[in-house]
T-cell receptor
């Protein structure tokens, strides 16, 4: 099935460093979401973006919805060991009443943080 | 517990056997989704219910797969005559549409049911 192009595939960083990952698509999405998944668990929502150009923060996380509606990035500042996990971007078609929630996911970015 | 609950968490079966997974969504959510995730990949959409109606099925959902949501509450996903290629994590999610201006439809995922077919 279709998936978004997410990069990098993996990152190994030192505690305290900043992290940036991005996601691109050949199709337009009207909502972009970022999820984190720990081993053996389901994805947990981090940030949701609803408007092109929108920049949203959640604690040390900042994400932006690209103005073309075909890309998004996620930044994590001052990383800590519990940031370890797999980060997924996801795009959602439709807006308002036309959206029923189907998501298209990226392949994920595996983040390792060394203390 | 107000999260999405999935059972069993792990299932090991022999090729050719049937398996069934259950999902209990968040109680006020009328939308329920099944996704499949294989190792090293993001989740892939399988099917979607609004209340008891199954409104979309992916081409990934072969005729050996059937999903039901009989009373618009819990859902089951059955795989008949399992094959080794069915080994994956099966994720359930639920949502309700935000009545605000965004009309957002944010999915909450369960912990998943991991299937291993020997």
């Amino acid at each position: 099935g279709q998936q978004l192009n997410q990069s990098p595939q993996s990152m190994f960083i030192q505690e305290g460093e900043d992290v940036s990952m991005n996601c691109t698509s050949s199709s337009i999405f009207n909502t972009w979401l970022w999820y984190k998944q720990d081993p053996g668990e389901g994805p947990v929502l981090l940030i949701a973006l609803y408007k092109a150009g929108e920049l949203t923060s959640n604690g040390r996380l900042t994400a932006q919805f690209g103005i073309t509606r075909k890309d998004s990035f996620l930044n994590i500042s001052a990383s800590i060991p519990s940031d370890v996990g797999i980060y997924f971007c996801a795009g959602q078609l439709g807006a308002g009443g036309t959206s029923y929630g189907k998501l298209t996911f990226g392949q994920g970015t595996i983040l390792t943080v060394h203390p | 517990d107000t999260g999405v609950s999935q059972n069993p968490r792990h299932k090991i079966t022999k090729r050719g056997q049937n398996v069934t997974f259950r999902c209990d969504p968040i109680s006020e959510h009328n939308r329920l989704y099944w996704y499949r995730q294989t190792l090293g990949q993001g989740p892939e959409f399988l099917t979607y219910f609004q209340n008891e109606a199954q409104l979309e099925k992916s081409r990934l959902l072969s005729d050996r797969f059937s999903a039901e949501r009989p009373k618009g509450s819990f859902s089951t996903l059955e795989i008949q005559r399992t094959e080794q290629g069915d080994s994956a994590m099966y994720l359930c999610a639920s949502s309700r549409r935000d009545r605000g201006p965004t009309g957002a439809n944010v999915l909450t995922f369960g912990a998943g049911s991991r299937l291993t077919v020997l």
